[in-house]
């Protein structure tokens, strides 16, 4: 496992960036000339409640290197269980992690399932680069269409695997805007596709937290029967209030979120 908590977020990064080519051209058009006030509020990741590479397992890649527990989160109706983590940094990105309820799905899904698992060394699991390791199996473009009819989610791991699905603007350190209404329409001026899902914005000043995000790139994937092109991973904006006592609030709110996976939903097949 890495060490240093920099090492593997540039590592995340830069693998998010292989399959998300619009991350590049946002931070142009959001960022002042020096682009350093883009800070990452948090990233996501997802996993399937297998003991092998549940979420646990991926939440020690974190806790070693500072991170601790310190919410969790229930999606009845996409099957979900996740919860987040902070730094003893606190400018140090959050991290998201969810993973999917097996049992609570179709025999086929929970077969295609545990037979992706299988594929997977145990060694992988506890290795530096695990997290931003890909798939360590291959579906056919059938078996990638059956898990969409059940669930996106698993429809996306199928396809992507261990890698964040999103990096977040924190708007709260952006030098050129400072509320969420104003970022997305530089977005959609600029051309970025935006979630709709729930509204635009999810959340309120009310919840402290406010958020958008882009629809994923589409990408192109090389299943067991060809390549297809499908929705890959997008980008966050995040502004977050001040709570009563004036800290800034650090949680997650489960309405909000639950809008947001939907970012990756596959628009035509």
């Not at 509020?41 to 290197?65: M, P, Q, S, Y």
């Not at 290795?127 to 579906?139: E, P, R």
């Not at 791991?157 to 030098?175: C, D, E, K, P, Q």
Request: aromatic share 12%; charged share 25%.
């Amino acid at each position: 496992m890495h060490t240093d908590v920099n090492t593997l977020f540039d590592n995340l990064w830069q693998n998010y960036l292989t399959v998300t080519p619009s991350a590049d051209k946002i931070h142009d058009l959001l960022g002042s000339t020096q682009k350093d006030d883009i800070i990452n509020d948090h990233i996501a990741l997802r996993t399937f409640n297998i003991e092998k590479v549940g979420l646990e397992k991926l939440a020690a890649h974190f806790l070693a290197i500072g991170y601790k527990e310190c919410g969790e989160y229930h999606f009845e109706a996409k099957k979900l269980y996740a919860k987040h983590y902070e730094h003893s940094d606190p400018t140090q990105p959050k991290v998201f992690i969810s993973e999917l309820l097996v049992e609570k799905c179709s025999p086929e899904l929970q077969a295609i399932v545990t037979d992706m698992v299988a594929q997977i060394d145990e060694s992988a699991v506890t290795a530096d680069n695990f997290l931003y390791s890909g798939t360590h199996w291959q579906v056919s473009t059938d078996t990638y269409k059956k898990l969409l009819a059940e669930s996106e989610y698993a429809a996306w791991m199928s396809a992507w695997g261990y890698r964040a699905n999103h990096f977040t603007v924190n708007i709260n350190t952006l030098a050129k805007f400072d509320n969420i209404h104003d970022v997305n329409q530089a977005l959609k001026d600029a051309g970025f596709a935006l979630n709709t899902s729930g509204g635009e914005v999810k959340g309120s000043p009310e919840v402290l937290l406010e958020q958008s995000s882009t629809l994923a790139d589409e990408y192109a994937v090389t299943f067991s029967d060809g390549d297809m092109r499908i929705p890959s991973c997008f980008y966050e904006f995040a502004i977050r209030y001040p709570k009563p006592d004036g800290e800034i609030y650090t949680g997650f709110v489960a309405a909000s979120a639950d809008k947001i996976f939907e970012s990756t939903n596959a628009r035509l097949l």
